[in-house]
């Protein structure tokens, strides 16, 4: 067995052509009516259930002997995230899709790479008729960067198979046997308004440049989180100067790093240029702590126009920078290789007439170790009063034996000559709900390299696509 140099024209094909059909999160109708219909134009039995997940199912070739049967997985939905002066409309517009040497990027927005490419490598798999395979089920799903509703709910009574290849994976060098599970959490912080006296002004902190990213897989990077810094900055003012908070906002998901937050303050008059200087020191103590390619951090402050001269009253402000201080945001615990296994990531702040929303999310690998965790923010909960929301994913371990895995790693070495780099992987997947309905799955996540994904500077390697698209090919000949 060798690397051949497979043609991956079809792959292409295919993620072109769903990258032209908006598929966010929750909205998933017009992605799952154009998997509905590639199945029927093929005659191939497929199952569509109300949740707008998709079953195909494809015969085992002629020339395969084997009694098996295999998942292929992956999810219809996708992050949208866009630039900052990008107009793009997700619901509504394709993406704008190029090549630049290696990649494959999008104009201005995330690339859709997760799991687009698994999506276009599915799809690739059904329509051919020159690999050799055993019965092949191939299932989509929806809402996965959202609730994992669709896996959820699915009914997975009439699959055979015990074994599933995931395509939601970032890195052909990795494996992925296990994944994290995840807690969602939406702190509601209700709020007190006052009006503020002629001698303030008001102005706006801007904390741009951030290079964001995926919160499990790259949380431990050293990216920053603008919420969890703005909450730093002005806990700093506080201490020296009155303060009020009249709106604060940034991030836009849980499961996305935020690349940008913003905070409108009343100071006092005389206080302004003491105040600019406070920031100017700020921004260039970022600078030096958070030091990543692709980063241009920048802290600015201007003064803007007061219209009703409302903010939060002093208690709510103290309040509001004191439970993001108090967060801990970033990895909260490593295995001894400092592969993560517990951490949290500040998503999302918002600001309302009576409330501001603070949402953000824990993953675990370790159920044991995020007890401690949760403890701290009960504390936090019962000490500032907060209305608290939840919800849960469930995480996947793997196997401590499997033949399936075994020999998944074995044509791997045969591929690429070279061990892979077999992990529980702190990325929230499917495979736990899977798992709890199919008893003794074997799970594998496997997929070619995909950077900054959750970005809008998410790209696909070509060149990973055609090692990973061969390595699949190999896998399903020889189960």
């Not at 199912?57 to 939905?77: G, P, R, V, W, Y």
């Not at 499917?430 to 996540?445: C, V, Y």
Request: contains cysteine.
């Amino acid at each position: 067995m060798k690397l051949k140099e497979p043609d991956i024209k079809d792959v292409l094909k295919y993620f072109y052509e769903i990258s032209k059909i908006p598929r966010m999160s929750g909205k998933e109708e017009k992605i799952a009516d154009y998997i509905e219909n590639f199945a029927k134009e093929r005659n191939l039995k497929y199952i569509r259930d109300i949740y707008n997940n998709i079953i195909i199912f494809k015969d085992s070739t002629k020339s395969n002997k084997s009694n098996e049967s295999i998942m292929l997985q992956c999810h219809l939905d996708m992050v949208c995230e866009k630039e900052e002066n990008s107009s793009h409309d997700f619901e509504k517009e394709a993406l704008d899709i190029y090549i630049e040497e290696d990649y494959i990027r999008a104009r201005d927005t995330t690339l859709g790479a997760d799991n687009g490419i698994g999506i276009a490598i599915i799809l690739a798999i059904l329509s051919s008729n020159k690999i050799n395979h055993p019965k092949i089920e191939a299932i989509f799903t929806v809402q996965e960067e959202t609730t994992m509703e669709g896996a959820k709910q699915i009914d997975v009574s009439m699959l055979e198979s015990k074994k599933m290849i995931c395509l939601d994976n970032m890195n052909e060098e990795e494996l992925w046997i296990g994944c994290a599970g995840a807690k969602i959490f939406e702190y509601e912080i209700e709020c007190n308004r006052q009006k503020n006296s002629r001698d303030y002004t008001l102005i706006k902190i801007e904390m741009t440049g951030f290079r964001g990213g995926h919160s499990g897989k790259d949380i431990s990077k050293n990216r920053g989180n603008p919420i969890k810094e703005m909450g730093n900055l002005l806990y700093n003012l506080s201490k020296k100067y009155n303060i009020y908070i009249k709106n604060i906002y940034g991030g836009r998901k849980v499961n996305v790093i935020p690349r940008e937050c913003y905070s409108e303050i009343y100071i006092k008059n005389s206080d302004f240029d003491k105040i600019n200087q406070e920031i100017i020191n700020y921004n260039n103590l970022l600078k030096k702590k958070i030091i990543n390619d692709n980063e241009n951090i920048n802290v600015n402050v201007k003064e803007i126009e007061q219209i009703d001269n409302y903010s939060y009253d002093s208690n709510t402000t103290s309040k509001v920078i004191n439970i993001i201080k108090d967060i801990k945001n970033g990895v909260y615990y490593k295995d001894t290789n400092e592969n993560p296994l517990v951490s949290l990531n500040i998503g999302k702040i918002e600001s309302f007439d009576d409330k501001i929303k603070i949402s953000f999310s824990i993953r675990t690998n370790r159920s044991e170790v995020v007890q401690k965790l949760e403890k701290e923010l009960e504390c936090i909960v019962s000490k500032y009063k907060i209305q608290e929301g939840k919800s849960e994913l469930s995480g996947y371990e793997h196997k401590e034996r499997s033949t399936f895995i075994d020999t998944c790693k074995a044509i791997y070495r045969q591929c690429f000559k070279k061990d892979p780099k077999v992990i529980d992987m702190h990325i929230c997947l499917e495979a736990g709900f899977f798992a709890s309905k199919i008893p003794e799955l074997d799970f594998i996540a496997i997929a070619p390299n995909i950077y900054d994904a959750h970005s809008p500077k998410e790209r696909c390697s070509i060149s990973s696509l055609k090692r990973i698209y061969n390595y699949i090919i190999l896998i399903l000949e020889e189960i």
